[in-house]
C-alpha cells in the first residue's frame, strides 16, 4: 500500500524539494502545489520523472470554462499522473477540461493525467460551509453532489475527507477514484485539517489514495515516520 501514499512537497525552492526527496527515497508518489508549482515551474516535474517519480499536480484550476480548459490543455503536456480542477467550476468546465487534457497529452505524446474533481476542501468545517460560504446542504450531501457532478462531465475521480469516502464509493462505483488529503495518524496533530481519518481506516473505508504531508515532512525522522505509516497501512 505505501505507492498509494502521496507526499506532499509543501516548500517553495527547487533545493529545499531535492533535500525532501532524498530524505525519503523510498516515495514513489508526490504531490507538487500551488506554493511549489509558481516558485519553479515545471523544473520540479523534470526532477521528478528523471528520479522514475509518479506526480500529482494538485493546481486545484478554477475559473472559468474556456480558461480551466486552456490550463489543463497545457498541463496535460507534462507527462504527469494525477492533476486538480476544482468542482465548483460547473458542469461546462470540467467536461471542456477532460477533452483538454486529452488534447495536451497528445501533443506531445504522452499519457493524459487522471482529471480529479476538487469535492470541498479539508480545511472546511460543516459550520463554515453553512455560515460562510452559505451553502444549505449537510457536508457529505454537498461533497457527494459535487463527486457525481464530476463523474457525469467525465473526470476520473475525486478529491474528499476520508470522513465522506465510504458514501463516495458506495455511490461512485469502484473505478471511481478516490484521492484523500487530511489523513492523520493517531500520533501526529490534526494541524488545520477538520476531517480527519487515520491512514489505515481511510483505506478501509475505501480511499483509492492518501496525501500525507506534515505527519512525514515536519517529523524529526521524517523516514522513521514514513515507515511508521507503511507498516500501519500494510495489513489493510
Known amino acids: 500500500m505505501s505507492n498509494k ?30 506554493e511549489l508549482f509558481t516558485s519553479t515551474g515545471p523544473q520540479i516535474l523534470e526532477i521528478l520523472k528523471s528520479r522514475q517519480k509518479r506526480i500529482f499536480l494538485d493546481l486545484k484550476f478554477h475559473d472559468i470554462p474556456n480558461t480551466v480548459a486552456g490550463a489543463c490543455r497545457a498541463a496535460g503536456r507534462y507527462g504527469v499522473d494525477l492533476l486538480t480542477v476544482h468542482a465548483t467550476n460547473g458542469r461546462d468546465a470540467l467536461m471542456k477540461a477532460t477533452e483538454a487534457v486529452k488534447e495536451g497529452a497528445a501533443i506531445v505524446g504522452v499519457e493524459p493525467p487522471k482529471l480529479i474533481a476538487i469535492t470541498l476542501l479539508t480545511s472546511i468545517s460543516s459550520r463554515q460551509l453553512a455560515f460562510d460560504l452559505r451553502i444549505p446542504l449537510e457536508l457529505p450531501e454537498y461533497a457527494l453532489q459535487m463527486a457525481l457532478m464530476a463523474k457525469e462531465a467525465g473526470l476520473d475521480g475525486a478529491v474528499c475527507s476520508p470522513q465522506e469516502v465510504a458514501q463516495l464509493r458506495n455511490t461512485c462505483g469502484d473505478d471511481w477514484m478516490l484521492v484523500c488529503p487530511g489523513v492523520r495518524p493517531d500520533w501526529a496533530e490534526k494541524g488545520d485539517q477538520q476531517r480527519t481519518f487515520t491512514p489505515k481506516k481511510a483505506f478501509q473505508a475505501g480511499a483509492s489514495f492518501l496525501v500525507i504531508g506534515r505527519p512525514i515532512t515536519a517529523a524529526r525522522e521524517p523516514a522513521l515516520a514514513w515507515k511508521m505509516i507503511c507498516d500501519e497501512v500494510a495489513i489493510v
Open 5 to 34: 501514499i502521496i507526499v506532499p512537497l509543501d516548500v517553495s525552492t527547487i533545493d529545499d524539494a531535492v533535500t525532501l526527496i532524498d530524505k525519503l527515497p523510498d516515495v514513489t508518489f508526490w504531490k507538487v502545489g500551488l
